[in-house]
């Protein structure tokens, strides 16, 4: 069997579809998912002109969705897509990747990527079935949440039907708005939904038929039955298979090191527990081929929440009611917000108003911590696009209305909000990864969770390559292991698979390059080394620095929200800690050290003559 | 005197509940009370081994060299830092 990856390029201002495969020798060097995308993208944005001058929101901004190698196959977890485009959010590189059952339907239908250029006259969809293209008119739907919408095109193409939608966010073009595929599972990184609304595009929906072409079946099972087997040995595994990512806000808590009150202050309330979730949890679901099942459907109507909407929404808010916490994050979700910049910047709104920085004049209602009913008005308020709501819907980019001292209260690095509820000024590798990683500041792009383990000298040389301090308050050696996060992640995202079984995402005892190795080969019939693997990671990252790059981005805008230099946490046991601004451009230095870049961050000549190559195979 | 335990997850499962009062001699350390919690809930000291707990006095995190003080609070959790 031959590896082959099939691409659709539609054009929604004309109607048009071609279909072709990613040339052999692109696809060999990037495989697929996040990868293959940045090859595609930095082509697309370089054809529409500069990419400093492109509008997100235009139809000249593309849009590509590109499932992960191993995608809907049976390998572990092999359930992932990313969604890449410019990002109306931030302005540079726009890449979000999700879970759920639509990017194993995509495969099915017979595409493992899409191009979409332009911008359709009506509101639209796309349906993806039997190797087809189909736009097809969504004026019945436009304006319906997402799970209305999602219920709403099953029923008119029946069961089978998997759908990436947008809710009135993304319609609203609000910065922040995500690309679902279920009820909960989200594109949300980065306002790829606001992207889809501007193209006046409702949905792609995909009507798997075909199976994925297997090189070698029996040993793909083989290999799959003996890493389920490894994983399930996991203890993480088998404590996400209970409770989920809300284990993670009691560790945090403990700690001092979650963000509360826009990081004023470092823990919150117990009500936000893994215990106190699970009164609310009916049931623990899966994505495709997941052996985890760490997604919860909650007895609310909806689906997580996740450590990360518990300890934005909630913690981050200063709300602390369980049952509220849920109700806020089954509304995001429906109305395609993403949860992470939402609570980010309400909370930020919350700081400004509360340093009588904007007034309740500006917004119409004062807006309190804690104040659950407020937030509630505000989050559809910035859906649909409403008073102080059309304001926020801006996210980051709402600096530009507030006076200039509101940036310094901006949980946000190169313009995206944080991802995720942990105030990293304690752990210095985790600060490190929010400043340089290529979207903004997002944890799952390199995040050096074995930090916390304290592990053994031997093991962590073991892990990195090279002896490195164990000191996770310290700022030695973070480049080291922030660069060895970023390659790893960046293969799995390129393979389709999740990051709970990524070996050094919470634990050392997951998935590696060679298990990788296994698996592609089997699958694909594609013999690539675990060390090749891991260059291709790394020529991952380094397509994305240079599309940060022709987006105008230097060293300068490696950097950490103002507070997390200046404020020391205030209790717990990271109590005092913050960053030191020389610590870390010394950081800074050796991380670009460990990535072959030069001083100002730039990418090595050969790596990127080798990228331009690379791109240039998909021709003019 | 009588320490209060808690246990987060995975700990907590060894044990069938979440915290526990436990009545302790002045002087004890928290390695002794270790000791006794893995004697009393056997599957509790594999759970330990398997992923070792930070632990916390109140605020303060400790080892096994602490002294336990009347009324105290201690916290057996799992350092993760995913997300
Ligand atoms: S671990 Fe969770 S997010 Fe990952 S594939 Fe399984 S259910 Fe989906």
Known sequence: ?620 | MQVRVRFAEPFWRSIGEREIEIELDSNTLVGDLIGLLTQRYSSLGQEFNEAPPVIFLGDEEVDRETFLTEDCQIHFVWPLAGG
């Open chain 1, 1 to 620: 069997m031959e590896f082959k990856s099939t691409v659709a390029i539609i054009n929604l201002t004309t109607g048009e579809s071609q279909i072709t495969n990613t040339p052999t020798e692109l696809l060999h060097a990037y495989l697929g998912g996040r990868g293959l995308n940045m090859a595609y993208l930095r082509h697309y944005l370089l054809i529409a002109g500069d990419p400093k001058e492109i509008d997100p929101l235009s139809p000249e901004n593309p849009l590509i969705f590109g499932a992960g190698t191993l995608t809907g196959t049976i390998a572990p977890n092999a359930a992932r897509f990313n969604i890449s485009a410019k990002s109306p959010e931030s302005g540079i590189l726009g890449d979000s990747n999700c879970g759920g059952f639509f990017a194993a339907a995509m495969r099915k239908a017979g595409f493992d990527r899409l191009v979409i250029l332009g911008r359709a006259d009506h509101p639209s969809y796309i349906l993806l079935e039997d190797g087809e293209i189909i736009i097809l008119l969504a004026e019945n739907m436009w304006g319906t949440k997402v799970i209305k919408a999602q219920d709403l095109l099953k029923e008119k193409h029946g069961p089978g039907t998997i759908s990436a939608v947008i809710g009135p966010a993304g319609e609203n073009l609000v910065r922040m708005a995500a690309v679902m595929t279920g009820k909960k599972n989200a594109a949300g990184r980065g306002g790829m939904g606001a992207v889809m609304g501007s193209k006046n595009l409702k949905a792609v929906v995909a009507r798997g038929g075909a199976p994925i072409s297997i090189a070698q079946k029996d040993t793909l099972r083989a290999v799959r039955l003996q890493q389920q087997k490894y994983l399930k040995d996991s203890k993480i595994v088998q404590v996400l298979g209970k409770v989920g990512t809300p284990l993670l806000y009691e560790v945090s808590n403990r700690l001092g090191a979650i963000r509360t009150h826009n990081s004023q202050k470092n823990f919150f309330e117990d009500t936000l527990n893994a215990e106190e979730i699970e009164h609310y949890v009916d049931k623990m679901l899966a994505c495709t081929s997941c052996i985890v099942h760490c997604r919860h459907r909650n007895t609310l109507g909806g689906e997580g929440p996740e450590y990360s909407t518990i300890g934005l929404l909630g913690a981050n808010l200063g709300i602390a009611p369980t049952d509220q916490v849920i109700e806020l994050n089954n509304q995001v979700n429906d109305l395609g917000l993403d949860a992470s910049s939402t609570g980010t910047i309400i909370g930020w709104a919350m700081e400004l108003y509360q340093r009588g920085i904007i007034t309740a004049e500006d917004i119409g209602n004062p807006i309190e911590w804690g104040d659950f009913e407020t937030v509630h008005e505000l989050i559809d308020d910035i859906a649909y696009r409403r008073g102080f709501g059309d304001v926020l819907a801006e996210s980051t980019q709402a600096a530009s209305q507030f006076p200039p001292v509101a940036r310094d209260y901006l949980i946000a690095v190169k313009n995206l909000p944080q991802s995720d509820p942990h105030d990293v000024r304690y752990f210095k590798g985790f600060a490190l990864g929010i400043a340089v990683a290529s979207r903004g500041a997002d944890h799952l792009r390199n995040r050096p969770t074995l930090e916390v383990f304290k592990l053994p000298e031997d093991v962590r040389e073991k892990i990195y390559g090279r002896a490195n301090d164990p000191n996770p308050e310290g700022y030695k050696d973070k480049g080291l292991i922030v660069a060895w996060s970023d390659d790893i992640y960046a293969v799995t995202d390129s393979l389709g698979i999740c990051k709970f079984v990524t070996h050094g995402f919470n634990s050392p005892h997951l998935l590696g390059y060679d298990h990788f190795s296994d698996l592609i080969s089997a699958a694909t019939g594609f013999d690539i080394s675990p060390e090749a693997l891991r260059r291709l990671g790394a020529r991952v990252i380094d397509t994305e620095r240079l599309i940060n790059a022709d987006f105008g981005l230097t060293r300068t805008d490696d950097t950490l929200p103002k507070r997390y230099f200046d404020d020391p946490m205030p209790a717990r046991k990271t109590k005092g800690h913050k960053i030191d601004r020389g610590k870390f451009q010394i950081m800074l230095d050796e991380y670009y050290y460990e990535r072959g870049w030069d001083q100002d961050g730039q990418v090595s000549l050969e790596s990127s003559q080798e990228i331009d190559h690379l791109i240039s195979l998909l021709g003019a």
